[in-house]
C-alpha cells in the first residue's frame, strides 16, 4: 500500500481500541520472568558454550604480538577467536569501526579476542592469560583541543543559510552571542549486549538485544561474507537500548565467529565495564548560537553552530537540526563541523541531535527573554511560526507549539513564577521555574507486516518490528484488533524475526507510527480477502464484535477461514507528503527546583510535559515513553557525563558506580499531558511518535529554572555542584 495522499476516513478513527490505555499485552510475562530475552533463549539454544570478550587495553595503535597458548591450556577452554584466526571480515555498512580489531586497534576496548569455554568463569579466567604487546599510537582525545581542525561533513546540510544572517545579527538591537557544552554520554540500559549464534550447516541464527532486525541482519552477512538470506536474527524481547542496540555490535559478531568455530551454540553478553567504551555514546558537543531580536521581541537573526567528534569515517552529532524549524526569523545559518577523535564511536541515543542541541538553544532562548524583559514563556510564543522558516511556502502539517506553552503554563502554575532570580526562598531551598520547548522531527519508514486468520477468529500478526520496553507488542495488538473488529484477545503478535516480514523497527521515533501503519495495510488486505470469502462486498463490509456485515448480512469472522487459514502481506510505503509538509512534533516542558543554599544540591520538584504528536495510540505506554524520557533528561542536565582520560583516550567510569544516572530519589511525580490530535500527512494512523520527544528540551527546564532559582547561569552540562557553588548567593 502507499501512503501519498492525507488519510481519510477509515477504520482507525472508530478508536474502539486504538487510543484506549490498554495494559501492556506483554506486561504478565514481563513480571513473572517468563519472557525471554537474548541471553535466556536455553529452549533455543541448549548446551551452549560461554564467550567472553577481550577488550584493547590502548586506544590507537596496532597489536605487536599476541600470545594465546596458555589461555588455550585453561580448564574448560574450547577455543579462542582473534582477528589472526577469523578468516577475512568485512565492515557492515552501519558500523564505523571494526568490530573485531586487530592488529590496528581504533579505539579503547575494541574486541581482540573472544575466549570460547564450557562456563562464563573459565571463558573470563582464561582471557586474562592472554598476552597482548602493544604498539601505541598519538591520538586525539579532547574535542576543545581537536576543534580548530574541525571540517565540514559531507552532508549537503551541514551548512544552511537562508537570509541575510550576518546582517540581520549586525543589525539587531538586542543580541546574544553564548557557547555551550554538552559532556559525552553512555545509555546505560540495565540489559547488557547481549547474543547467542548457532549454526547449522551454513546457516546461521543469533537471538541477540536489537533494535533494529533487518539492518543488523544485513550487515552479519556482509561482514562474514555470508548471503544475507542465510542468516536469522530473533529478538523478541529487548530490555532496553536508546539507540545503543540499533546497529549490529561486537558480541553478535564475535558469537557468531566462536559457534562456528565451537561447532555449538555461543552465547557472549558484554560485561558492564566493557559497554561503555566498546558500543556507542552519544558524542560531546561545543555549540555557539547567536540571536538577534527587534526591542519588542520578535527574532531577526538565528545562528547556531555545533562541533563534535568521532573516529575517521563516523559522523557528527546534529544538533543544530531544530534550530532550522522551531522559531521565525529572517537571516538564519547553522554550520556543523566534525573533528576526528580517536575516541569509541559515537552514534544515535535517544533523539539524537534534538537533544544535545536543545539543552543550548533552549538555554539561549531563556537568556534572550531576560535580556529583552519578556517573560521566557511569552517570548516562545511571539516567535512561533506555521511554515519552515528557510522555506516559507512550506507549510507544517500540524503544528500546536503555542498551545502546549499556555496549557502547560496554566496547569502548572508558571504566572506563580518569581521574575528576579533567587528571590523564591523556601526554608534552605532557593525555589525557581523553568520552560523549555521541545522539538522533534517525525519520520515515517517503510514497514511491512503479515496477518493471518484461523477459523477461530483469531487474528496473528507477523512483523520483524522489536519492542525495546515501549509498548509495540500491545499497539500492534490494538491494531489488528480495532481494523478485524476483534477483542484484543483474539489477537496474537509475533515480532522481532527476521523471518518475518521486514518493519520499521525501533528507532528515530519513527517506529509506532511506521510498523502500525504497516499493520495496517496488512489489515486492509485481509479484510478483502475475508469479504471475497464470505460473498460481502468489501467496500462496505463492516468488522464488528468478531462478525463482518454487509448489505443486511452478517457471518462471524472465523467463517471466511473455516477451509483453511487466510493468509495476507503488505508493506506501507510514503510518497511525498514530508516533502510538501513539514512534519514534526512539539511540546513544552515545565520544571521547578529546588538548590540547596549551602550545598548547592539540586532537587527537582514538579516536572510537566505538554506533547503533541499526532494520535495516541496508547495513552498509557505513551505516558511511560514520555516519563523515562524526562528522566533521562534530568540525568543529562544534573549528572550524566562519560569522564575522558584525556592522556589515554578512555571513558574512565565505565559502569553504574561511577556514571551515575537518576534513581526513584531523584525524580518526583511527573504530570503528562497530550493535546487531543490527529496528522492525516503522517500515516492512516494519523499518528506521530513521541517517545524521544519527551527528552528533547527537558535538560534546558531545568537548567532555566536553576537559573531562575540561584540566579547561576551553567552553560556547561551536567549543572554539578562545582559549577553552582562559587557564584550562589550569599547564605544567609
Not at 644 to 666: I, M, Q, T, W
Request: proline share 5%; aromatic share 6%.
Amino acid at each position: 500500500m502507499k501512503f501519498t495522499t492525507p488519510a481519510t476516513t477509515n477504520p482507525i478513527d472508530q478508536m474502539k481500541i486504538i487510543g484506549r490505555p490498554v495494559d501492556r499485552v506483554d506486561g504478565p510475562m514481563k513480571a513473572s520472568g517468563s519472557a525471554p530475552y537474548a541471553h535466556e533463549q536455553h529452549a533455543a539454544a541448549p548446551n551452549a558454550a560461554y564467550g567472553y570478550m577481550l577488550g584493547a587495553a590502548i586506544a590507537k595503535g596496532r597489536i605487536g604480538s599476541m600470545n594465546i597458548d596458555e589461555a588455550q591450556r585453561a580448564p574448560g577452554v574450547i577455543s579462542i577467536v582473534t582477528a589472526a584466526n577469523a578468516g577475512k571480515l568485512g565492515k557492515g555498512n552501519f558500523n564505523t569501526a571494526k568490530l573485531l580489531g586487530g592488529p590496528a586497534i581504533q579505539h579503547y576496548h575494541q574486541a581482540v579476542s573472544l575466549v570460547v569455554a564450557e562456563t562464563f568463569e573459565q571463558a573470563r579466567s582464561a582471557s586474562q592469560l592472554i598476552r597482548v604487546k602493544y604498539i601505541k599510537e598519538k591520538g586525539a582525545f579532547d574535542l576543545a583541543k581537536a576543534k580548530p581542525s574541525a571540517t565540514k561533513p559531507k552532508d549537503k546540510d551541514a551548512d544552511t543559510e537562508a537570509g541575510d544572517f550576518a546582517g540581520a545579527f549586525a543589525a539587531s538591537p538586542v543580541t546574544l552571542d553564548a557557547h555551550y557544552t554538552t559532556p559525552d554520554q553512555s545509555h546505560a540500559m540495565m540489559e547488557p549486549h547481549a547474543s547467542i549464534a548457532s549454526w547449522e550447516g551454513d546457516k546461521l541464527t543469533v537471538w541477540t538485544s536489537n533494535q533494529m532486525i533487518d539492518w543488523s541482519k544485513g550487515d552479519l552477512a556482509k561482514t562474514l561474507g555470508i548471503p544475507k538470506e542465510n542468516v536469522r536474527l530473533v529478538s523478541p524481547f529487548i530490555g532496553g537500548g536508546f539507540g545503543g542496540k540499533l546497529f549490529l555490535r561486537s558480541e553478535a559478531l564475535l558469537a557468531s565467529l566462536g559457534a562456528r568455530v565451537a561447532k555449538r551454540p555461543v552465547k557472549v553478553a558484554l560485561p558492564r565495564p566493557l559497554m561503555f567504551n566498546n558500543t556507542t555514546h552519544r558524542p560531546a558537543t561545543i555549540q555557539r548560537i547567536r540571536i538577534g531580536a527587534t526591542r519588542d521581541g520578535k527574532i531577526t537573526a538565528m545562528g547556531h553552530e555545533s562541533w563534535s567528534g568521532d573516529l575517521p569515517g563516523g559522523g557528527p552529532e546534529n544538533a543544530v537540526q531544530q534550530t532550522r524549524l522551531l522559531y521565525a526569523g529572517a537571516g538564519r545559518m547553522t554550520a556543523t563541523r566534525l573533528a576526528v577523535l580517536d575516541l569509541p564511536e559515537g552514534n544515535a541515543m535517544r533523539a539524537p541531535g534534538e537533544a544535545p542541541g536543545l539543552m543550548a538553544l533552549e538555554i539561549a532562548m531563556d537568556e534572550m527573554a531576560e535580556k529583552l524583559k519578556i517573560d521566557p514563556v511569552t517570548f516562545r510564543i511571539l516567535n512561533d511560526t506555521k511554515v519552515d522558516p528557510e522555506h516559507p511556502d512550506r507549510r507544517f502539517s500540524q503544528r500546536r507549539l503555542i498551545d502546549c506553552m499556555r496549557i502547560g503554563a496554566e496547569r502548572f502554575g508558571w504566572n506563580t513564577r518569581k521574575t528576579e532570580p533567587g528571590t523564591n526562598r523556601d526554608g534552605q531551598w532557593l525555589v525557581g521555574m523553568g520552560v523549555a520547548s521541545a522539538f522533534r522531527n517525525n519520520l515515517v519508514m517503510t514497514s511491512a507486516a503479515r496477518v493471518r486468520l484461523d477459523r477461530n477468529g483469531v487474528v496473528t500478526v507477523e512483523t520483524d518490528m522489536t519492542d525495546i520496553g515501549t509498548g509495540s507488542y500491545t499497539i500492534i495488538a490494538q491494531t489488528a484488533a480495532e481494523m478485524m473488529g476483534v477483542p484484543l484477545e483474539k489477537v496474537v503478535v509475533r515480532l522481532g524475526d527476521s523471518s518475518f516480514p521486514v518493519s520499521a523497527g525501533s528507532g528515530g521515533q519513527w517506529g509506532a507510527n511506521s510498523s502500525t501503519a504497516g499493520v495496517y495495510a496488512a489489515c486492509i488486505k485481509l479484510r478483502e480477502a475475508v469479504a471475497q470469502k464470505l460473498g460481502f462486498n468489501a467496500t462496505d463490509a463492516e468488522f464488528v464484535d468478531g462478525s463482518v456485515r454487509s448489505g443486511g448480512n452478517s457471518a462471524p469472522l472465523g467463517k471466511a477461514a473455516e477451509a483453511g487459514e487466510l493468509v495476507a502481506e503488505d508493506t506501507m510505503e510514503y510518497g511525498d507528503l514530508d516533502k510538501k509538509f513539514q512534519q514534526s512534533t512539539f511540546g513544552a516542558h515545565f520544571v521547578e527546583v529546588g538548590v540547596d543554599m549551602a550545598t548547592g544540591e539540586t532537587r527537582i520538584r514538579r516536572m510537566l510535559a505538554v506533547c503533541a504528536a499526532g494520535r495516541i495510540l496508547n495513552p498509557k505506554s505513551a505516558r511511560s515513553q514520555v516519563i523515562g524520557a524526562m528522566t533521562m533528561g534530568a540525568g543529562a542536565a544534573l549528572m550524566e557525563e562519560l569522564v575522558v582520560d584525556k592522556r589515554s583516550g578512555f571513558f574512565v567510569n565505565h559502569d553504574l558506580a561511577s556514571y551515575e544516572v537518576p534513581v526513584h530519589s531523584d525524580i518526583p511525580h511527573q504530570d503528562v499531558i497530550f493535546l487531543d490530535e490527529t496528522d492525516p500527512m503522517s500515516s492512516p494512523m494519523k499518528a506521530k511518535g513521541v517517545g524521544e520527544l519527551g527528552i528533547c528540551g527537558v535538560g534546558a527546564a531545568i537548567a532555566n529554572a536553576i537559573y531562575n532559582a540561584t540566579g547561576v547561569r551553567v552553560r556547561e552540562y551536567p549543572i554539578t555542584l562545582d559549577k553552582l557553588l562559587p557564584k550562589m548567593p550569599a547564605y544567609i
